[in-house]
Nanobody
Framework: QVQLVESGGGLVQAGGSLRLSCAAS????????MAWYRQPPGKQRELVAS???????GYAHSVKGRFAISRDSARNTVSLQMVSLKPEDTAVYYC?????????WGQGTLVTVSS
């Protein structure tokens, strides 16, 4: 298992920006996929963005062009830069580390976007 700790959530007005960070307890260079998920109030968890060990990046359609995932292998962190935030982006955001041998989750960080 990998221990993941998210930070950076908070309250922001619509149109604002936030940057989430996820610190991993193991080198992310050996993890197949790092991803951000979110769970809006009363809804199911959904994939937001992912980055593979090879550097392939993917985004949910709803955040494409507004969110950017990146990684810092030297610091074992993955970040999610979010701009032009909308009220519908309000959710608990979770960091995920996936490899064949494990599927690890952080505790989540709350992002609230006010209108």
């Amino acid at each position: 298992q990998v221990q993941l700790v998210e930070s950076g959530g908070g309250l922001v007005q619509a149109g604002g920006s936030l940057r989430l960070s996820c610190a991993a307890s193991r080198p992310i260079s050996v993890i197949d996929t790092m991803a951000w998920y979110r769970q809006p109030p009363g809804k199911q968890r959904e994939l937001v963005a992912s980055i593979t060990r090879g550097g392939s990046i993917g985004y949910a359609h709803s955040v494409k062009g507004r969110f950017a995932i990146s990684r810092d292998s030297a610091r074992n962190t993955v970040s999610l830069q979010m701009v032009s935030l909308k009220p519908e982006d309000t959710a608990v955001y979770y960091c995920n580390a996936f490899s064949l041998s494990h599927d690890s989750w952080g505790q989540g960080t709350l992002v609230t976007v006010s209108s």
